[in-house]
């Protein structure tokens, strides 16, 4: 599974974005998509999981809860992150990662058990 993120950019505190991650290289059906971020110095971090194929288990940081929305559009291999109401926290680097679903229900939030990943798309929230 190739994966390849995109969206990414600088906004203002209480600004949008949307990441998108286009994924080529075999089915998505079976796939967990989770967006992960990481800043310099600190270990990578999970931002959201999905189960693209019964999108009601979704996960969420609680940091992000409220905030961002993960989505997938399984016709086009293609899978977002709405951000809203940004912060300057929440700057980083965000990676679209996956990997194969053995079982129904969440995804795992261990970016440790994504094999396939993306090359990252940075976003930077000024104050």
């Known amino acids: 599974v190739q994966l390849m993120e995109s969206g990414g950019g600088s906004v203002q505190a209480g600004g949008s974005l949307r990441l998108s991650c286009a994924a080529s290289?075999?089915?998505?059906?079976?796939?967990?998509i989770g967006w992960f971020r990481q800043v310099p110095g600190k270990e990578r971090e999970e931002v959201a999981t999905?189960?693209?194929?019964?999108?009601?288990?979704?996960t969420y940081a609680a940091s992000v809860q409220g905030r961002f929305t993960i989505s997938s559009d399984n016709a086009a291999s293609a899978f977002f992150l709405q951000m809203n109401t940004l912060k300057p926290e929440d700057t980083a680097k965000y990676y679209c990662a996956a990997r194969r679903r053995y079982s129904g229900g969440f995804c795992l939030s261990d970016p440790g058990e994504y094999p396939y990943w993306g090359q990252g798309t940075q976003v930077t929230v000024s104050p």
């Open positions: 290289g075999g089915s998505v059906s079976t796939l967990c």
């Open positions: 999905i189960n693209v194929e019964d999108q009601q288990w979704t």
